[in-house]
């Protein structure tokens, strides 16, 4: 005789109300990030169907109307029978989410989002739901676009809904699937949550704010905002302000430190290629500058609102961007910046050396006038760059008048450190001052080899400059390609 084991009733429905808490904890500590957009979160929200679950309401994009299901083991995946099952004739769950959709959707100038989120696993037979999205969670593509069985699916699921086609369709728009995270996976999500929100994200620390939805489901419902969800954390003592703050910049390829980060941004999307190690240039640059541009203003206006001047970055990101950063949260913005290098964290706040050995060679070519043309610096701190510089500027910038700089022997350990690196910053910032008064150049052309740290610093130290042109180094001699124009 085979024995089968089986959960109890109330096994099920104690994991479910568990991982609903932990969701919502979840969303409770996003929205201390500064990139958070929710500005409102209720739990068991009133007059919203079977989407009570969770409601975030958010400053951009569509509101979201939360459904969690959990089961106790993973004997029975999500399948599209499952999502049609009437048991005792009463309306299957997708039916429930529809009806809800469907009552919310007049509330709501743009449609909300309907997220049915479960720690079952999605059956990988299932001929329609194994082809949702990965990108994001949604099914919507697969059958809007299906042939032959998905067609076939796409009348089943509108005749289930009593719709046609297009209402099928508009609802799914909405509609998403977070599926196969255990309650296991969702206490990690917590525990990253609250790093990024600077809150703490040991177990005793995630029982109390589990402990605080818990509360929250027993009382009378209610909504609350973002700043009365950061008054709760003030309350129940689970800051910890001297966790330093983390802006994680993605570019290369994406960095897992974004979920524990403070803030982040994601322009993976803006590069030619799919292999990091090629990814040099942006597809579009002008649609590429003014999205890095735009996000970076966003960053510092929400940086500022939340009371964070003093913040660690970090990439993955080439010396452009690296500089750019820098710039957008200069030390005339009141921000302090700081990122990892080889000797440990280069911060702004360091005090300089009396080590300022910088060279700063002019061009010997005394016929000619200097005044009004633009400049291109070549800065040799990593490796001398001068005449790969010299070689693109006579293809590419001939009126360019090129100025020269470099440490006296460039290379892996030409900067002594940080207050090295910190003298000789200010020193070109100076020394470029002085011969902007007397050259007046109407733009700048920055070529750079040194630590990504220290085109960070470099960058927040850049003001009172003209305005300066960042370039991509191509990885091959004398090929460099305009990056991002940075204006003080």
Same mark, same amino acid.
């Given at each position: 005789?085979?024995?089968?084991?089986?959960?109890?009733?109330?096994?099920?429905?104690?994991?479910?109300?568990?991982?609903?808490?932990?969701?919502?904890?979840?969303?409770?500590?996003?929205?201390?990030?500064?990139?958070?957009?929710?500005?409102?979160?209720?739990?068991?929200?009133?007059?919203?169907?079977?989407?009570?679950?969770?409601?975030?309401?958010?400053?951009?994009?569509?509101?979201?109307?939360?459904?969690?299901?959990?089961?106790?083991?993973?004997?029975?995946?999500?399948?599209?029978?499952?999502?049609?099952?009437?048991?005792?004739?009463?309306?299957s769950l997708l039916q429930r989410l529809y009806a809800s959709w469907l009552k919310l959707r007049p509330r709501h100038e743009q449609p909300p989002k309907v997220v049915l989120a479960t720690t079952r696993a999605i059956d990988p037979s299932d001929k329609v739901l194994a082809l949702r999205a990965t990108t994001d969670a949604r099914i919507v593509e697969t059958l809007r676009h299906g042939t032959g069985v998905l067609a076939a699916a796409r009348s089943r699921w509108a005749d289930h809904l009593g719709v046609d086609e297009a209402g099928l369709l508009e609802f799914l728009e909405c509609f998403e699937i977070r599926h196969a995270l255990s309650e296991t996976e969702?206490?990690?999500?917590?525990?990253?949550?609250?790093?990024?929100?600077?809150?703490?994200?040991?177990?005793?620390?995630?029982?109390?704010?589990?402990?605080?939805?818990?509360?929250?489901?027993?009382?009378?419902?209610?909504?609350?905002?973002?700043?009365?969800?950061?008054?709760?954390?003030?309350?129940?003592?689970?800051?910890?302000?001297?966790?330093?703050?983390?802006?994680?910049?993605?570019?290369?390829?994406?960095?897992?430190?974004?979920?524990?980060?403070?803030?982040?941004?994601?322009?993976?999307?803006?590069?030619?290629?799919?292999?990091?190690?090629?990814?040099?240039?942006?597809?579009?640059?002008?649609?590429? =500058?003014?999205?890095?541009? #735009?996000? @970076?203003?966003? +960053? !510092?206006?929400?940086?500022?609102?939340?009371?964070?001047?003093?913040? *660690?970055?970090?990439?993955?990101?080439?010396?452009?961007?690296?500089?750019?950063?820098?710039?957008?949260?200069?030390?005339?913005?009141?921000?302090?910046?700081?990122?990892?290098?080889?000797?440990?964290?280069?911060?702004?706040?360091?005090?300089?050396?009396?080590?300022?050995?910088?060279?700063?060679?002019?061009?010997?070519?005394?016929?000619?006038?200097?005044?009004?043309?633009?400049?291109?610096?070549?800065?040799?701190?990593?490796?001398?760059?001068?005449?790969?510089?010299?070689?693109?500027?006579?293809?590419?910038?001939?009126?360019?008048?090129?100025?020269?700089?470099?440490?006296?022997?460039? =290379?892996?350990?030409?900067? #002594?450190? @940080?207050?090295? +690196? !910190?003298?000789?910053?200010?020193?070109?910032?100076?020394?470029?001052? *002085?011969?902007?008064?007397?050259?007046?150049?109407?733009?700048?052309?920055?070529?750079?080899?040194?630590?990504?740290?220290?085109?960070?610093?470099?960058?927040?130290?850049?003001?009172?400059?003209?305005?300066?042109?960042?370039?991509?180094?191509?990885?091959?001699?004398?090929?460099?390609?305009?990056?991002?124009?940075?204006?003080?």
């Amino acid at each position: 005789m085979t024995l089968q084991a089986t959960r109890a009733a109330s096994g099920a429905r104690l994991l479910g109300d568990d991982v609903q808490h932990l969701i919502v904890w979840y969303h409770v500590l996003r929205a201390q990030r500064a990139d958070s957009t929710i500005i409102e979160l209720a739990v068991e929200a009133s007059d919203v169907g079977n989407v009570d679950d969770l409601t975030l309401r958010r400053a951009t994009g569509p509101d979201e109307y939360w459904q969690v299901k959990a089961s106790v083991d993973a004997a029975n995946p999500l399948t599209e029978e499952l999502l049609f099952d009437r048991p005792k004739d009463k309306p299957s769950l997708l039916q429930r989410l529809y009806a809800s959709w469907l009552k919310l959707r007049p509330r709501h100038e743009q449609p909300p989002k309907v997220v049915l989120a479960t720690t079952r696993a999605i059956d990988p037979s299932d001929k329609v739901l194994a082809l949702r999205a990965t990108t994001d969670a949604r099914i919507v593509e697969t059958l809007r676009h299906g042939t032959g069985v998905l067609a076939a699916a796409r009348s089943r699921w509108a005749d289930h809904l009593g719709v046609d086609e297009a209402g099928l369709l508009e609802f799914l728009e909405c509609f998403e699937i977070r599926h196969a995270l255990s309650e296991t996976e969702w206490r990690e999500k917590v525990q990253d949550a609250a790093e990024g929100a600077r809150v703490r994200a040991d177990w005793t620390a995630v029982a109390v704010g589990i402990q605080q939805v818990r509360d929250w489901v027993k009382a009378p419902r209610k909504t609350f905002t973002s700043a009365q969800l950061s008054a709760t954390i003030d309350a129940l003592q689970l800051r910890t302000p001297a966790v330093h703050p983390l802006f994680v910049a993605q570019a290369l390829e994406h960095n897992p430190r974004s979920d524990t980060a403070t803030y982040s941004v994601d322009w993976t999307g803006l590069f030619e290629g799919e292999d990091p190690r090629h990814r040099r240039v942006f597809t579009d640059p002008v649609i590429a =500058g003014a999205r890095i541009s #735009a996000d @970076l203003a966003v +960053a !510092r206006q929400r940086l500022r609102a939340a009371g964070i001047f003093n913040f *660690e970055v970090e990439g993955p990101m080439r010396l452009p961007l690296w500089f750019a950063v820098g710039a957008h949260f200069s030390s005339t913005a009141g921000f302090t910046v700081s990122a990892q290098a080889r000797d440990g964290l280069w911060s702004s706040s360091a005090i300089p050396s009396q080590q300022k050995d910088l060279q700063i060679h002019l061009p010997d070519d005394e016929q000619s006038n200097p005044r009004g043309r633009p400049w291109a610096v070549s800065v040799s701190f990593a490796v001398d760059i001068a005449e790969d510089v010299e070689d693109f500027l006579a293809e590419s910038h001939l009126d360019a008048y090129h100025l020269k700089v470099r440490l006296p022997a460039p =290379g892996r350990e030409a900067l #002594a450190g @940080l207050p090295h +690196a !910190r003298a000789v910053i200010f020193q070109l910032r100076e020394e470029l001052r *002085e011969l902007r008064k007397k050259l007046r150049p109407p733009e700048l052309h920055i070529f750079m080899a040194m630590p990504g740290a220290c085109a960070l610093l470099l960058g927040h130290a850049w003001d009172r400059m003209p305005p300066t042109w960042t370039y991509w180094d191509m990885g091959q001699p004398g090929q460099y390609v305009r990056a991002l124009r940075v204006d003080n």
